[in-house]
């Protein structure tokens, strides 16, 4: 049984084909970070253009890789939101007509979903098993989402949502203050690298305690302060110099580490230090009220390395997915289809994309 996935809900264009549901037999992924790098945030109808251009030969790729071809595909399952719209038109639509043309049935998935499904196919790889009920801590640059997440005996699953971000996502709010910084775009990943040449203690960021749902979060407030910061420890002209780097394509961490004061990378260690405590803090309190079984924690800001050591400390089965599956790829969107398609489930063609999809 072959299963193709196939996912371009932001600026990634990914397929992967999965075999008998736990054998990830390719993993392609063409990322569009240099296109948007220069706008410092993704912009939709570059990449709607760039998903177009990738979405045939990552396609074709990801099939030559696994050493099959279009007439062994038994099903495929594609993203159909959230995420950009035009985005999401473009792998639906050509996976509508994949699925058409070689009478096969497509699945549509919910790209959160998605995400929780690449740590459960990783423990069926190595022939482990999630334990269920699992809270699951979604965390990326599009959602910042709790969840307690169910499996029937028949392998079909289901959410409830326990709180969410009110405001910036946990990955937004990298991107953000990567961006103030003038650290460029994506953010995530070169704070993370940059973060243990700072003291985390240095600089005091808020702790925020909201009113309603204490499982909600908040980044906008953290950002907020960040910028406070920068404008009273006047890093301004250190930023402007280092934005000049970029001018000449992506430096390297350690160009842009050399460029920063150690005030500023105190600030980053203490940004990091405090986005981590928040999110740990309420998947530690959250795990604790629902009495669950394991912890779940993926999305791109599941790649952190500061998110990753403060999970050891939990009491409690916890499991990342491996770096690779931890930001946007289509193997996590075939495997959150593969149970659905082996009880024999699929969707019409007049499934539409949905931007604001929700799990829960
Ligand atoms: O899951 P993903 O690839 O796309 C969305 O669904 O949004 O997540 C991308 C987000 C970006 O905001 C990026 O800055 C963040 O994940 N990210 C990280 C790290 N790697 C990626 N954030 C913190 N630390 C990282 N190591
Ligand atoms: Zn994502």
Aim: charged content about 20%.
């Amino acid at each position: 049984m072959y299963l193709l996935g196939i996912e371009t809900s932001c600026d990634e264009t990914a397929a992967a084909v999965l075999a008998d549901g736990n054998r990830l037999l390719s993993n392609v992924i063409s990322s569009q970070f240099d296109v948007h790098a220069k706008y410092g945030g993704v912009v939709p109808e570059l990449a709607s253009r760039e998903h177009l251009r990738a979405i045939v030969p990552v396609v074709r790729e990801a099939l030559e890789g696994a050493g099959i071809g279009y007439r062994d595909l038994s099903a495929i399952g594609v993203t159909y939101g959230p995420g950009l719209i035009g985005a999401l038109l473009v792998g639906l639509t050509y996976a509508k007509g994949l699925a058409a043309s070689l009478d096969v049935p497509l699945l549509g998935v919910n790209h959160i979903e998605g995400h929780i499904h690449s740590v459960v196919l990783e423990q069926r790889a190595v022939g482990l098993d999630v334990e269920f009920p699992a809270l699951a801590l979604v965390v990326s640059g599009g959602h910042s989402h709790m969840f307690v997440a169910e499996r029937t005996a028949q392998d079909a699953y289901s959410y409830r949502l326990l709180g969410r971000t009110r405001d910036d996502a946990a990955g937004e709010a990298y991107d953000k203050v990567a961006k103030l910084l003038g650290f460029g775009y994506p953010g995530g990943p070169v704070l993370d690298r940059l973060a243990p040449y700072g003291n985390p203690r240095a600089v005091r960021l808020p702790v925020v305690n909201m009113k309603g749902n204490r499982l909600d979060m908040s980044f906008s407030g953290l950002k907020t302060a960040v910028r406070r910061f920068v404008n009273g420890a006047g890093l301004q002209d250190e930023i402007e110099r280092r934005r000049t780097l970029f001018h000449d394509g992506r430096p390297t961490v350690d160009a842009l580490r050399a460029s920063a004061s150690k005030v500023c990378l105190d600030l980053v260690a203490s940004f990091q230090h405090r986005a981590v405590s928040e999110l740990f803090r309420r998947a530690e309190e959250a795990a604790e009220l629902e009495e669950v079984e394991s912890v779940i924690v993926s999305g791109g800001v599941a790649a952190n390395s500061a998110l990753r050591e403060a999970f050891s400390s939990l009491s409690l089965p916890f499991h990342f997915p491996s770096l690779a599956l931890s930001t946007d790829n289509a193997a996590m969107i075939a495997a959150a289809a593969c149970p659905r398609y082996l009880r024999g489930e699929s969707d019409g063609f007049d499934l539409a994309a949905q931007p604001s999809l929700r799990l829960a």
